[in-house]
Structures are given as structure tokens and as C-alpha cells.
């Protein structure tokens, strides 16, 4: 382990910044008193004892698993996440689906496939279910690529983005993104090409950007791929691997639409009377229980807030994690433009109870809430399942373990307690509760990077991929080094990407990332691993 007598005490700014986070982030703070003084090495370690049993096992998650996964990565890698589920359900949940340049969810995934290394068992692939509902233009930006080391002077705004899908499509679900082509390829090209021209990105990374546009875009594995969703799963995969030194084998990464994957189990479990999700959506009694227990929990819904204008609905994406939208009752619907569209339950002269919603050019949307028109929907993608059904069908119906970030930690334990209350006071249910408290709900992996840039002037700023694959990779003894970090030295590194959902931006004062830089890089050297 690296003891904190490496280079002397926390610079104050630093522990500072950290002190406010953990003000404003419960599971940050949660993380850092419990775990705070272990390594990676042995805070991973606890990870890996937290499956439990479920209601439903793993009832039809391995073999969707591996028909997603077979004709985009091939029969041999879809039989290694198979496997590897089978052995131990465990997946990384604290991303968002597109091609992943986000230097926290990167190092997320790259920690995460730490434990691959410390394990008895020898795991193949890194599984890594990431929502597939938010815009393209969410902070980790999907829409392109970001570059963290740039020009000293513009420190403030980095990091660059790089827009590759064209701006009309910046509000579209990713889950709906078309495929792109090989024009935008070139119009990105083109564009990185300048600011290297003019020096705002440093050689070696537009080096390394434009490599992966070159061969990794056009790579004949995509050629066929009908969507951005199934494009973003081969080229995780392909970049991945460019994050290692030559010689290194890391297991397979495996990034999935978690969306895709619940709709499909949800074409099983709405033709089972005794599963989980078909209880909770079509018992009336159970329903309305489950809509008044999670009404205002983060990640759920609002219902106060859904007789507000439709013009609300541009903002629900940018508040997603926050608590403060209105959220959407078990699904979001899907305009023409595919973009979101909030829906809540009303019932009808008949007794019929439906889905309804207004999109925002104030069409009303609307679908009878009955097993066959959900399913139906699903499979003509006019349905997303919603952040909680996508939790309700994969770890509490199945006991999956959803390792998440310190949002999911707050939210997921709220829908876990919201969940159980309403099974308690709804009669025939209560022999589930146990089940749902069991299944763990705190696993935690993010807010923590291990590897930092270094910008012309000295200073250290968080590496994304391009970073890294500009620095040659990670060697053997880059993963040592980034096992024996504290787990509180790995989220002071990762403060720059933190603080801006940690604190208010009222106070961030104007600079603040180069004074965090300049009083953090010389204690930071000591320990992360710099490329």
C-alpha cells in the first residue's frame, strides 16, 4: 500500500475540494470513512464477496447476453461473458452506452478489470451494462471524443470536445442514434487535424485520435452494423485494447446497452405471471404502492411535476442523476426524433389503465398499460425501459450485482428500500421482501482514476484514452502501481471530474482547475500512474 507519508500531507486545497464533495456526495463520504485508507488491491477484494442468491436466478440474462453479444465480438467472446456471468453476476453499471473518452467511467472500467487480477478465478471478459437512454450530448459525451491534454493556456476548458454526429442529433437517446458514416469520420478528422495545426491538441494525441478514426472507425467489423448503440460496443472493444503496452493481454471489455438487454428480459417476464416486473406493472394494488413509495427518489419519478409544460422534458436529460426532474413511470416513450419522452399512469373511463406523455412539440403519446402492448412496444422501440425497471428486472428480479457510482449508490439503495416497502404493504407479497434486501445495492467504483496526464507546463490533469494510448499504454507495472493506490488518493486524483457534480457551480470560482492542478500535481506524481 502507499502511505500518505509519500510526499507529505494532502495539499490543503486538495483536501479541501475533497471535504465539499463528500459534503455533497453521501456515498463519497460513505466510501472514504469506511474504505478510505485501503488500496485498490483490497478495497477490490470486498467487491468480489458481495454476490448473493435472487428470486428469478439468472432466468434468460445469459442467453440474450450472448445473442447481443456473437454478431458484434463473435461466437468465442459471447461464450466468455456467458461463462463468465454464470460464475459470478457481477457487472460494471456506472457508465453511459457510446464510445467511452470520459477519463472517470474509463478508469472506472479499468479499475474494475483490476479485480480480474486478484481473483481465484480466471475471468475472461469485463462486462459493463451502460445506459443507453441519455442524450448524446450528456457530460461523457457520446456525440464524439474528448481530449484532456491540451494547451496549457486553456486548462479551464479542457476537456476538448470533438463533436462526430452532427448537431440536430445532440438530444437524441443514444439507444436511437443511427449509424455513423464515413463522411463525419473525415469531418472529424479534418477537424483534429486543425487544432494540432494550430496547437491546441499536443502531436502525439491528435497522433493517437487519428490512428483510432483510421483503422478502429473503419474497421470492416462495423460495416455492417445497423446503429451508434452497436457500433459503440465494437469500438469500445477495439480501443480497449490499444490502452495496454505491447505484449499485454487484458481481458475482453464487453460494453452493452443495459437498455437492450432488459427489453429483451422483459419479453420473457411479461409472459410469466409470477415474475417480478410483471407483478409490479400490472398488480393495481402493487403498482400504485411501488409509484407512492419511489415518488421523488432520485432515478424514478416525479409525480408532482407531471402536469408541468412539456418544454420541461429538455431538461429531464441534464438532470437525470440530480432529483431534481420529473423523471418517467417505469419507461420513458420515444418521439420521432428519438428523443425522451416522461410518461405517467392515468386510467380511463373503462378501467383501462395507460402510459401517457407529451412530447415536446406537445403531441400527446399515450399506451394501454396491458402485458401485450408493453411488450409490443418494446420490440418496436417505442418503449425504453426506465432506470428503475432496468434495475427491477436485472438485480432485484435476478440478484445481478450493479457495481455503480455515487449517484447509483444513493438512488438504487432508495429503490431497494421503496421496492421492499411496497411489496410489505401490499398482501401476498411479503415472503419477497427478504429477497430484495439481500441483493447488494451499495457496490461502488467510481469518482477513482489511477492514471494522470501531464500537460507542457508540468501539471497533471485526469488521462482518457487518448492520454493513455499516447503514453504507450499500461505495462504490468502500471496495474501494480494503480492496485497499491488508497482509495482516498484515487478520488482526490479524480477531483477534477468530481467537483463539477460534487459542488454547486456557484462554488467553483473562476480557475479553478489550475490552482487545484498547481497545488495537487507534485503529491499526485507520487502516487498515480502519469502517461
Known amino acids: 500500500m502507499i502511505h500518505n507519508d509519500q510526499g507529505g500531507k494532502v495539499p490543503v486545497l486538495l483536501q479541501c ?45 445469459l442467453d440474450i447476453v450472448y445473442r447481443y453479444v456473437a454478431p458484434l465480438l463473435g461466437k468465442a467472446v459471447a461464450t466468455s461473458l456467458a461463462e463468465d456471468l454464470a460464475c459470478h453476476p457481477m457487472v460494471l453499471t456506472t457508465s453511459h452506452h457510446g464510445v467511452d473518452y470520459c477519463a472517470q467511467t474509463l478508469q472506472g472500467r479499468i479499475i474494475f478489470s483490476l479485480s480480474r487480477r486478484i481473483g ?48 440536430r442529433l445532440k438530444r437524441t437517446m443514444v439507444h436511437r442514434v443511427p449509424a455513423y458514416d464515413q463522411v463525419m469520420v473525415g469531418n472529424l478528422r479534418d477537424r483534429l487535424d486543425r487544432m494540432v495545426g494550430r496547437g491546441s491538441l499536443p502531436s502525439d494525441i491528435g497522433a493517437a485520435a487519428r490512428a483510432i478514426l483510421m483503422e478502429d472507425y ?38 452493452l446497452e443495459l437498455e437492450r438487454i432488459v427489453a429483451a428480459l422483459l419479453g420473457l417476464d411479461l409472459d410469466n405471471p409470477s415474475s417480478l416486473a410483471r407483478i409490479v406493472l400490472f398488480d393495481p394494488i402493487l403498482r400504485e404502492n411501488v409509484l407512492n413509495e419511489l415518488n421523488g427518489i432520485k432515478g424514478c419519478w416525479n409525480r ?71 411488450s409490443r412496444s418494446l420490440e418496436q422501440r417505442q418503449l425504453v425501459p426506465s432506470l428503475f425497471t432496468c434495475f427491477l428486472v436485472l438485480a432485484f428480479a435476478r440478484g445481478v450485482c450493479c457495481v455503480g457510482g455515487y449517484f447509483q449508490g444513493e438512488y438504487l439503495v432508495a429503490m431497494q428500500q421503496g421496492l421492499a416497502a ?30 494522470m496526464s501531464r500537460l507542457a507546463n508540468g501539471l497533471l490533469i485526469p488521462a482518457g484514452p487518448l492520454e493513455i494510448t499516447a503514453g504507450g499504454g499500461l505495462t504490468e507495472a502500471d496495474m501494480e502501481r494503480m492496485l497499491a493506490l488508497e482509495v482516498r488518493s484515487a478520488h482526490l486524483a479524480d477531483l477534477f471530474e ?34
Open 422 to 451: 411496497a411489496l410489505a404493504s401490499t398482501p401476498g407479497y411479503g415472503d419477497l421482501v427478504q429477497g430484495i434486501l439481500r441483493v447488494p445495492a451499495t457496490l461502488y467504483l467510481d469518482g477513482m482514476i489511477g492514471v
Open 304 to 374: 408532482d411535476r407531471f402536469g408541468e409544460s412539456s418544454a420541461a422534458s429538455a431538461k429531464d436529460a441534464a438532470h437525470a442523476e440530480s432529483g431534481s426532474y420529473r423523471g418517467t413511470v417505469f419507461f420513458w416513450g420515444v418521439d420521432r426524433a428519438g428523443r425522451r419522452i416522461p410518461l405517467s399512469t392515468a386510467g380511463r373511463g373503462s378501467g383501462e389503465s395507460v402510459l401517457g406523455g407529451v412530447d415536446d412539440q406537445g403531441t400527446a403519446w399515450e399506451i394501454p398499460l396491458t402485458p401485450d402492448m408493453i
Open 498 to 531: 468530481i467537483i463539477p457534480d460534487g459542488a454547486p457551480p456557484q462554488s467553483r470560482a473562476a480557475g479553478w482547475k489550475g490552482r487545484l492542478a498547481a497545488a495537487g500535481s507534485a503529491w499526485l506524481e507520487q502516487r498515480v500512474v502519469v502517461k
Open 120 to 167: 481465484t478465478s480466471a475471468f475472461k471478459t469485463v462486462p459493463v451494462f451502460a445506459c443507453g437512454n441519455i442524450a448524446l450530448n450528456n457530460p461523457t459525451y457520446p456525440r464524439g471524443l474528448l481530449c484532456y491534454r491540451g494547451a496549457c493556456h486553456d486548462l479551464e476548458r479542457l476537456p476538448h470536445q470533438l463533436p462526430l454526429f452532427p448537431d
Open 218 to 255: 473503419r474497421s470492416a467489423a462495423l460495416a455492417a452494423v445497423p446503429d451508434y448503440s452497436g457500433q459503440a460496443v465494437i469500438l469500445n472493444g477495439l480501443i480497449w485494447k490499444r490502452l495496454f503496452a505491447e505484449g499485454f493481454r487484458p481481458p475482453e471489455m464487453i460494453t
Open 17 to 61: 475540494c475533497l471535504d465539499r464533495v463528500r459534503e455533497d456526495l453521501p456515498v463519497v463520504d460513505r466510501i472514504i470513512s469506511r474504505y478510505g485508507d485501503l488500496s485498490l488491491r483490497e478495497y477490490l477484494t470486498t467487491l468480489a464477496r458481495a454476490t448473493r442468491p435472487s428470486c428469478q436466478g439468472l432466468d434468460g440474462l
